[in-house]
C-alpha cells in the first residue's frame, strides 16, 4: 500500500478504480473496492501489511458503479464489514433494488456513444445486493471511520455520488467527481458513464471551493499539495 498521509493509503496496482484504506483504534475502513477481479490484490496488500482481512471493519462507497462496488460482497463475505452509502440512490443500487443510472445514448457524441455502447452498458449490467447498514448524506460526520471525516454530496456522475472530507487535514476522498490522467491533468468524469454531466460539473465547482491541498480520486494518482489552485483552475474551464 501507498502511504498519503498518517492513517490513509492507497491500494497500488489495481488495474481499474482506487482503493482507499483509514486506519482506525479499532480496525480498518475501505472507501471503494474496484471491480469484481480485484479481491485478491486487495487482499494481499492487506495481509503484507500486518493486517489481517478480519480487521476490516467497514467499506464506504462513493457511489455504486461496478468499478467501485465489484469487490463488496467478497469482501463482505471475508470481513462481515459493516456498508455505508449514500441514501439517494446509491443505497438502492447496493441493495440490488435498482440498476445503475445511464446517460441518455442519444445524448452523447459519436465517440462517447461508442464507448457508452461497447464498455459502459454491459458493465453497468453488473449486479450487486448486499445490505447496507449505513445510509449517508451531506453533512454525517464518520469519527468512528476517521476523526473529523465528513460526508459531501458530489451529485451528477451517478444520483447520489458522495465524497469524504478531513478538513482539519485538507483531505478530500472525492471517487469520481473527476478523474486523473497519466498526465497528472484533471478530467471530467467519464461521460460516457455520467447521467447528468451538467450536476456533475456543479459537483466539480463545489468540491474546488473546498480549500483541497490532498485529492484521492477513484481513478488516476492522488494530487498531493496545493490541489486547490489546480481544482478552481480546472473549474473555472468548464463551461
Not at 3 to 13: A, F, H, P, T
Request: hydrophobic residues 40%; proline residues 6%; neutral net charge.
Amino acid at each position: 500500500m501507498k502511504l498519503i498521509m498518517d492513517g490513509i493509503s492507497c491500494i497500488e496496482g489495481l488495474r481499474l478504480g482506487n482503493v482507499y484504506v483509514l486506519e482506525a483504534s479499532d480496525g480498518l475502513t475501505l472507501v471503494d473496492t474496484s471491480t469484481p477481479t480485484a479481491f485478491p490484490k486487495i487482499e494481499k496488500d492487506i495481509l503484507r501489511s500486518g493486517y489481517q482481512l478480519g480487521d476490516i471493519k467497514r467499506i464506504l462507497l462513493t457511489h455504486a458503479h461496478w468499478d467501485h462496488y465489484g469487490s463488496l460482497a467478497a469482501l463482505i463475505q471475508a470481513t462481515g464489514a459493516k456498508v455505508y452509502a449514500h441514501h439517494r440512490y446509491e443505497s438502492a443500487v447496493i441493495r440490488g433494488e435498482k440498476k445503475p443510472l445511464h446517460p441518455n445514448p442519444a445524448q452523447l457524441g459519436g465517440f462517447d456513444r461508442l464507448v457508452y455502447t461497447a464498455w459502459v452498458r454491459p458493465h453497468l449490467r453488473n449486479n450487486v445486493s448486499v445490505p447496507v447498514d449505513y445510509e449517508l448524506k451531506e453533512g454525517d460526520t464518520l469519527d468512528e471511520v476517521f476523526p473529523g471525516l465528513v460526508v459531501v454530496d458530489e451529485p451528477g456522475h451517478s444520483p447520489g455520488q458522495c465524497g469524504f472530507w478531513l478538513p482539519e487535514q485538507r483531505l478530500l476522498l472525492g471517487g469520481d467527481v473527476m478523474m486523473r490522467a497519466p498526465s497528472g491533468r484533471f478530467l471530467l468524469p467519464m461521460v460516457a458513464a455520467t447521467p447528468d454531466l451538467d450536476e456533475a460539473k456543479r459537483s466539480i465547482r463545489k468540491v474546488a471551493e473546498l480549500n483541497v491541498d490532498i485529492l484521492c480520486l477513484g481513478h488516476g494518482k492522488p494530487y498531493r499539495g496545493n490541489a486547490a489552485s489546480a481544482l478552481k483552475n480546472f473549474a473555472s474551464q468548464l463551461v
